[in-house]
Structure formats: C-alpha cells, structure tokens
C-alpha cells in the first residue's frame, strides 16, 4: 500500500474514533453508564418504566448504541415485537443522531454498530429466562456472539412473579451482562412504591440496580430516576427526550 493511501486510512479511522469517543462523552445517559469503557466485571440491572409509547423503546436501543460505541456487543432481545420494527428503531436512532451532532464518517460508526448488535426476537407469552439461556448458551458456544450487554423490550412483568424476575437476574449476572429493561405502566393503576416504582413493577424494584421513570408533562416527555446504585445519577440534571424523534436531550 502507499504511504499516501496508509495515511488516509490512519486518518479516517482517527477521525471515526475520536467520533466516538466525542459521542460516548456527550451522552446524557452517560449519568446512569458512567464508565467509558467496556463494562465493569460486576453486572448491573437497569429499569425503564413508562406509559406505552413514551419513547422506552428508543431509551433502550440509545442504551444499547452507547454501550456499542464504548466497545461492547449488545444483545437486543425484543419480545413481541418484529426483527423488521426493532431494526427500524436503530436506523432511525441513528439517523437522528447523525443529523443532531452533524456527524462524519457516518457509514463506517453505522458499520460498527451493526455488527456489534444482534436482535433476539421472542413472541408474546413465550419468553423466559430458560429460553433465553438456551439461546444464549447456542451464540456463544457456537462462537457466533459474545454479548457484554444486553437489552430486554417487551418483558410482562404485570403477568410476571418474583421468581421469575430472579431467574433473569440470576441469568445475567452469571453471563456477566449489564442489562437494560423496559416496563409499561399502566396509567389506570395509581399503585406506588415508596420509591415511586409503579405498579406492576414496585413488587420487583429490590432486582434492580437502577430504575427511570419516563413521564409526560406539560414540558414534553421527561427522564427521572426513582433508584440508582450510580452516585452521579442522583444529582443530574433533569434529561428530556425530544416527542418527535425520542432522542434524549440534556435538560
């Protein structure tokens, strides 16, 4: 190769690190992710509570571009919910994030990105912690994906019971996971803990590590936390998300 041709790559890949390295520092959600780099040896288990289609989905898959981006490979598992629409959520995440800090070296992040996530589709009333293992155990002893982090969408914790919580629990941290889940409150049922945990995850709210709560006001759609073992989390600053694209916004 030509050492004019060396030097342009050498650049690229600079310019498409320090791109990165500039989104990973940037992230409100670096409050809740504070490390920069691949994940801590100790798993943690995160919760996103929120009315249906107040942007938990788009708060997990920015979990998960994060953790990409600090160098991860992320488990998407989605659960009643088609591999077509979860993919759409990504690219269209993407997207807006591109456009938001006017980004270079779009394709090659996009590249990375894709092949750092796989998406685990499960249908409705079939998910559990037995057949996620199984699935799990197939990927890595086949050395097809070996995930860091992993993000559940979808999971019926209003059907669900405190053992099989656990079970997931259990599954994670044994696999050395740090895990993001989605929950939907149910406006209907008024049911608090005292932390403020909704109904019907106050029963599971002793499981996790963390827990946000997304609401809507008369100010858009905000993020706030209800339970953190993070301590720079406890005294951030209100984070929005944009009611058009999802994105989340320093506040």
């Not at 992320?74 to 006017?102: A, C, M, N, P």
């Not at 914790?157 to 079970?167: E, K, L």
Request: glycine fraction near 6%.
């Amino acid at each position: 190769m030509a050492p004019q041709a060396a030097t342009l790559i050498y650049l690229r890949d600079r310019s498409v690190e320090m791109l990165k390295k500039d989104l990973i520092l940037k992230n409100p959600l670096r409050a809740w992710e504070p490390d920069t780099g691949h994940n801590t040896a100790t798993p943690r288990m995160g919760l996103v509570v929120a009315p249906r289609g107040s942007g938990k989905t788009a708060v997990l898959v920015q979990f998960a571009l994060d953790s990409v981006l600090r160098g991860n490979r992320v488990i998407h598992v989605s659960i009643g919910q088609s591999l077509e629409k979860t993919k759409e959520w990504y690219e269209d995440l993407f997207q807006e994030l591109s456009r938001s800090y006017k980004l270079e070296h779009v394709g090659e992040v996009h590249s990375e990105i894709a092949a750092a996530r796989l998406i685990m589709t499960f249908n409705t009333g079939s998910f559990s912690a037995a057949k996620l293992e199984e699935r799990l155990t197939d990927l890595i002893e086949q050395n097809i994906f070996h995930p860091q982090s992993l993000v559940i969408d979808g999971f019926d914790f209003a059907n669900a019971d405190a053992a099989q919580v656990q079970g997931l629990r259990d599954l994670v941290q044994a696999r050395k996971l740090h895990t993001w889940f989605s929950a939907v409150r149910r406006p209907e049922d008024k049911q608090v803990s005292a932390l403020g945990v909704p109904a019907p995850c106050d029963r599971f709210e002793g499981l996790f590590d963390s827990i946000l709560l997304i609401n809507t006001d008369g100010h858009g759609i905000s993020l706030t936390t209800l339970k953190s073992d993070v301590a720079a989390s406890k005294d951030h600053p209100p984070i929005r998300l944009d009611p058009t694209t999802f994105l989340v916004n320093q506040g």
